[in-house]
């Protein structure tokens, strides 16, 4: 995986080496002496991670990562810390500073490509889903944020042990069965597995959450030996997002604890941003009205109000007459400035509350609600009448375009499916078409 990334340090030697390792794996490398600089250049390279020292004249780390971290811009790029102390105190103010990751002077080769590669897995995710939603921010001032917590641990007691880590606003439980876990992972914000334990396959489980798509984007954090770096390599290849060393130090635990769960929600938000404006890419680009797909999930919630609460609601299946015959001799772009013409008088004909869509080329549907047959009826050949009295004018030479409409109506029954309404209302439609057009014509059912 190639990526680029920005080395922050005020000691060029530092600097340097850093930047030959991560060449030598093919990164691309970009550098900043102090805090200031480092912001800049986050700005102007975008770089897929940062590489930050602690100490520094000037801008310190944490007050560089605690505004990398307010600039909705860059805070989505994972930070790791740099520091030449391994202090609990460094690591939870860095944690609270929106640091994402540490390394310890002198960086050790094997643990900084582990961390970088599982940060920029999870920035790729990230990146697809702020790609697609680079209109809105999504506000990830979650730090007061509680969370549920699920550990996972086959030893009792040094798994209660952890759970009494955790204080309010989390809430975290005790599994000891990999089952059990599961379950509870589906609902939690994130899930501590205790690498440590004997007999216990915690990697193993980790991969099981990783690969359920209930719980793919749960955050986990592992908790390996000090020593064991072979461990913590293989966890966070394995898609565990964090790690966190024995001897365990509560303060650690809730600070990393919170970091994950801050990203967890960031990414849910942003996921359900994104699902919202699918939702809202709900208009025809040409006339601007709803499309078919949006005015046929309406008008399924009306059928849905119609059986919940008697709600009655109409619709009238509209289709401009002879259209070909208009694109023929007038040209297509005739064609749309019709099919817009007839959108903008629609719009000034309907209530606020009618929902009308392009159902298919010249097709149009109309939900009214709370209205009956002759409620439609009226407003549909309201709107019949505006269109033939008034005709178009074919772009460029502006010549007169007559332009009329046929119009079937129905109303919603009790027991019907989205279906059945637009068989009807089409039944309608072919009726007053083949009795003349320009006409409106209400369904009526009929004597076998
Ligand atoms: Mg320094």
Redesign the pocket.
């Known amino acids: 995986m190639s990526a680029r990334i920005l080395v922050v340090?005020?000691?060029e030697t530092?600097r340097r080496l850093l930047e030959a390792r991560l060449s030598a794996e093919y990164f691309e490398v970009v550098e900043a002496a102090d805090g200031l600089s480092a912001i800049e250049a986050a700005r102007a390279h975008e770089p897929d991670l940062i590489l930050l020292?602690?100490?520094?004249p000037g801008m310190d780390?944490f007050e560089t990562c605690r505004r990398l971290k307010a600039d909705p811009a860059l805070r989505h790029i994972p930070v790791v810390m740099v520091t030449?102390l391994d202090q609990r105190e460094h690591r939870i103010k860095g944690l609270e500073a929106g640091a994402d990751e540490f390394l310890t002077k002198p960086v050790d080769d094997v643990a900084l490509f582990a961390r970088v590669r599982s940060l920029l897995r999870l920035k790729v995710v990230m990146d697809e889903l702020r790609l697609r939603e680079s209109e809105t921010e999504v506000e990830s001032d979650a730090l007061t944020l509680g969370g549920r917590i699920v550990v996972a641990s086959t030893d009792g007691a040094a798994g209660q042990r952890i759970v009494d880590m955790f204080e309010a606003p989390f809430q975290a439980r005790l599994t000891c069965e990999p089952l059990e876990t599961l379950r509870h992972a589906r609902t939690a914000d994130l899930v501590v597995i205790d690498l440590t334990t004997a007999r216990f396959d915690g990697l193993r489980l980790a991969a099981r959450i990783r690969s359920d798509a209930e719980t793919r984007q749960t955050p986990i954090l592992g908790i390996v030996d000090s020593d064991d770096r072979a461990a913590m390599v293989r966890a966070l290849d394995l898609g565990v997002t964090d790690v966190i060393l024995r001897p365990l130090d509560p303060g650690e635990m809730q600070a990393r604890a919170r970091t994950q769960v801050r990203r967890k929600a960031y990414a849910d938000a942003l996921r359900d941003r994104l699902e919202e404006s699918l939702e809202m890419a709900v208009t025809d680009a040409l006339t601007g009205l709803h499309n078919r797909r949006y005015v046929v999930s309406r008008l399924r919630q009306n059928l849905d109000a119609l059986e919940r609460s008697g709600e009655a609601f109409a619709v009238a299946l509209i289709d401009i007459d002879h259209f070909k015959r208009i694109n023929d001799s007038w040209g297509h772009q005739a064609g749309d400035a019709v099919l817009k013409g007839f959108a903008d008088r629609l719009r000034r004909e309907l209530r606020a509350i009618d929902i009308a869509g392009r159902y298919g080329g010249e097709e149009f549907l109309i939900l009214f609600a709370g209205a009956d047959a002759d409620d439609a009826l009226e407003a549909s050949e309201r709107f019949r009448a505006a269109m033939a009295r008034e005709p178009f004018q074919a772009p460029g030479s502006g010549e007169p375009v007559a332009v009329t409409v046929s119009a079937g109506i129905t109303v919603g029954e009790a027991g019907d499916d989205v279906e059945d309404v637009i068989a009807r209302a089409d039944a309608a439609l072919y009726e007053a078409k083949s009795s003349g057009r320009n006409q409106v014509i209400a369904w009526r059912r009929r004597a076998a």
């Open positions: 340090d005020d000691i530092n020292d602690i100490m520094m780390g030449a």
